[in-house]
């Protein structure tokens, strides 16, 4: 349509299409030129907005919760960590869900398996453990467990103090798939069939079983705990024998050993060191990334359509920087933080981007 037509058009002319879409709408039918742009955005242009939950303020509800029902009564006691702008979607992006869980001494959270993958970071105290396909793992702070697709799990604590942990998972995205399936155990704990231990020693020293081909879990890795010491202890090296990244500091992403790729086909994660005095560069990618601050403090600075917030962050903190969102990361005596993203999915598909900007706007 050319600028005289638009001049040119009439009320009458307004009337008529408005009747159309009227006439048509009890059809189910809608007319995409009014919708196209939105349809197609020119970049994206996620609903999400950047969220930041402050431990402090946050763990007092969690105790609470504690007091008011138990882990087997509630099957999962877990805030969820909500974006803002996707009230009641349980939602921190538009792919993923984010939650704090609570287990008490010798609390059961029952067996149960979902098509949903699950990762598990965690949070405040030792000793809880979580058990997958006949194995258990023992929770300690930074360490990152995994909750295959389908596999049986539940969550038990012989700790002598609360045990917290941050869950992802992907279940918006399941439910936009329309994907998923859930079966609860018969048994509240799954039987013990291996020694913990025996997955890392199988897949986590840089071997692997002569004859398996396959991962025995698919394309979930066979490593169902990355313990932090490993991961803290690599970061360390690189920080003093390496240049620094000068949008990231130092980051590293976990793999799933038998394929190089990310841990979970749906969930990519990472543990990233921000040297003391570090000046971040801003960055921004397609898949929103949910964090964990690990130890130390630090800020980030997050840009989007020209609405700019901060986020002092101190350990223990959540905050998600949503898709297409510029971030840029500061600290002044240094901090660790793992985070965790849809970029599998976007590379999957072929879509994923990132743009790395080269000075602060
Ligand atoms: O531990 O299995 O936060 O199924 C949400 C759904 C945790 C779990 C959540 C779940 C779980």
Same mark, same amino acid.
Do not use: C
């Given at each position: 349509?050319?600028? *005289? *037509?638009? +001049? &040119?058009? &009439?009320?009458?002319?307004?009337? #008529?299409?408005? =009747?159309?879409?009227?006439?048509m709408a009890p059809h189910h039918l809608t007319p995409l030129w009014r919708e196209l742009h939105a349809l197609v955005p020119q970049q994206p242009n996620t609903p999400c907005v950047a969220a930041h939950w402050k431990y402090e303020q946050i763990r007092p509800y969690l105790m609470r919760a504690g007091e008011?029902? &138990?882990?087997?009564?509630?099957?999962?006691?877990? /805030?969820?960590?909500?974006?803002?702008? /996707?009230?009641? =979607? +349980?939602?921190? *992006?538009?792919? /993923?869900?984010?939650?704090?869980?609570?287990?008490?001494?010798?609390?059961i959270a029952p067996n149960h398996r979902h098509t949903q993958s699950a990762l598990r970071f965690i949070v405040e105290g030792s000793g809880a453990f979580t058990a #997958?396909?006949?194995?258990?793992?023992?929770?300690?702070?930074?360490? $990152?467990?995994? *909750?295959? +697709?389908? &596999?049986?799990?539940?969550?038990?604590?012989?700790?002598?103090?609360? #045990?917290?942990?941050?869950?992802? /998972?992907?279940i918006p995205l399941i439910r936009y798939l329309d994907a998923g $399936?859930?079966?609860?155990?018969?048994?509240?704990s799954q039987t013990v069939t291996r020694p913990e231990g025996t997955s890392f020693a199988q897949f986590g020293y840089n071997m692997a079983p002569v004859r398996t081909y396959d991962s025995p879990l698919g394309q979930t890795s066979p490593i169902f705990s990355y313990p932090y010491d490993k991961s803290r202890e690599a970061l360390h090296i690189l920080e003093t024998t390496q240049p620094i990244d000068a949008w990231d500091g130092v980051k590293l992403r976990y793999i799933n050993p038998l394929t190089g790729g990310a841990p979970m086909p749906t969930m990519a994660t990472f543990m990233q060191r921000i040297p003391a005095g570090f000046e971040g560069l801003p960055y921004r990618q397609t898949d929103g990334a949910i964090f964990s601050v690990v130890e130390g403090s630090g800020s980030v600075q997050i840009e989007h359509k020209g609405e700019k917030v901060q986020f002092d962050f101190s350990p223990r903190d959540h905050f998600v920087i949503p898709s297409w969102h510029t971030a840029r990361f500061s600290s002044t005596s240094g901090c660790v933080l793992f985070s965790? +993203?849809?970029?599998?999915?976007?590379?999957?598909?072929?879509?994923?981007?990132e743009e790395r900007l080269n000075h602060v706007e």
């Open positions: 349509m050319d600028k *005289t *037509t638009i +001049s &040119t058009n &009439t009320a009458s002319q307004n009337d #008529v299409r408005e =009747q159309l879409y009227k006439d008011v029902i &138990t882990a087997e009564e509630a099957v999962r006691r877990v /805030l969820i960590l909500e974006n803002p702008a /996707l009230k009641g =979607q +349980s939602a921190i *992006t538009q792919a /993923l869900y984010a939650g704090l869980q609570l287990i008490m001494p010798s609390e #997958v396909n006949g194995e258990r793992t023992t929770m300690r702070p930074g360490d $990152f467990i995994i *909750t295959p +697709s389908m &596999t049986w799990h539940d969550h038990g604590s012989d700790a002598s103090e609360p #045990v917290v942990w941050l869950d992802g /998972l992907d $399936f859930a079966e609860n155990a018969s048994e509240k965790y +993203s849809d970029r599998p999915v976007h590379q999957a598909l072929g879509i994923h981007k």
